[in-house]
């Protein structure tokens, strides 16, 4: 079992940063992968961001790359996602899933565990 809570979500102007944290309890947390994903409202749950257990690897959405950073602490048991350069059209709620099978970062049905989400909104 991994139980997830997401924080740091809130109102910025469209240029400005965010900090979403994921704080993770369980035994799983170390080994399994880890991904942020959002979904707006009217629109399907989409991937965002993921990083292996060992934090080596990462992957991002093409209309996040080069603006937003994935992280994990897993002596902290925590993953970050540091957003830049924010658009309006990031805004949504943004959600923390492991996946304990770290396999197929990108796709939303492989991830076991998902947090309760925190709102972004960004402003034009």
């Known amino acids: 079992q991994v139980q997830l809570v997401e924080s740091g979500g809130g109102l910025v102007q469209a240029g400005g940063s965010l900090r979403l944290s994921c704080a993770a309890s369980?035994?799983?947390?170390?080994?399994?992968?880890m991904g942020w994903f959002r979904q707006a409202p009217g629109k399907e749950r989409e991937f965002v961001a993921a990083i292996t257990w060992s934090g080596v690897s990462t992957f991002y959405a093409n209309s996040v790359k080069g603006r937003f950073t994935i992280s994990r602490d897993n002596a902290k048991n925590t993953v970050h996602l540091q957003m830049n350069s924010l658009k309006p059209e990031d805004t949504a709620i943004y959600y923390c899933?492991?996946?304990?099978?770290?396999?197929?970062?990108?796709?939303?049905?492989?991830?076991?565990?998902w947090g309760q989400g925190t709102q972004v909104t960004v402003s034009s």
């Open positions: 899933a492991a996946n304990t099978a770290s396999i197929s970062f990108t796709f939303l049905g492989r991830y076991d565990y």
């Open positions: 369980g035994r799983s947390f170390s080994r399994a992968a």
